[in-house]
């Protein structure tokens, strides 16, 4: 997708079958931290077909009418979020040329953690939460 065969200029640079100059518009994608999501992302224009992105990557929308225009990541994994929670921005595109949005991906650390019962054993056992009725979290 926005790509180039040998010899030829980027989309954002060709002119449409009506000879004016195309409008294009970047979609970037920069993931850090732990247990990245393994799919991918889905990005969309003012609320059309989502096309898929990967982690680290990027993909350009040519033809784009000009003017106010919002672009939508989504599919994010449950342990990621974009930058500040922004899954929407809203962007000008101007009468010719390449616009650039880009969305910061950052994935946080997947802890297994089981909520249950602890027994314990003894008549000198000391007193825990889940001896008290109440259930203990258990993280790994």
Do not use: M
Request: glycine share 14%; aromatic share 4%.
């Amino acid at each position: 997708a926005g790509g180039r065969g040998p010899g030829q200029e980027p989309p954002h640079r060709r002119r449409n079958r009506f000879g004016r100059a195309r409008r294009a518009l970047r979609v970037e994608v920069t993931t850090s931290g732990a247990n990245l999501d393994p799919d991918g992302y889905e990005v969309s224009l003012d609320g059309g077909n989502p096309v898929w992105l990967e982690r680290n990557g990027s993909y350009t929308f040519v033809d784009v009418l000009a003017g106010q225009r919002s672009v939508e990541i989504g599919d994010l994994a449950s342990n990621c979020s974009s930058s500040g929670g922004v899954r929407s921005q809203e962007v000008t595109v101007g009468s010719e040329g390449l616009t650039v949005v880009s969305f910061d991906v950052g994935c946080r650390r997947i802890v297994n953690c089981v909520l249950g019962k602890t027994s314990t054993q003894g008549t000198n056992a000391p007193a825990r939460r889940s001896d008290l009725g109440y259930p203990e979290l258990t993280c790994r």
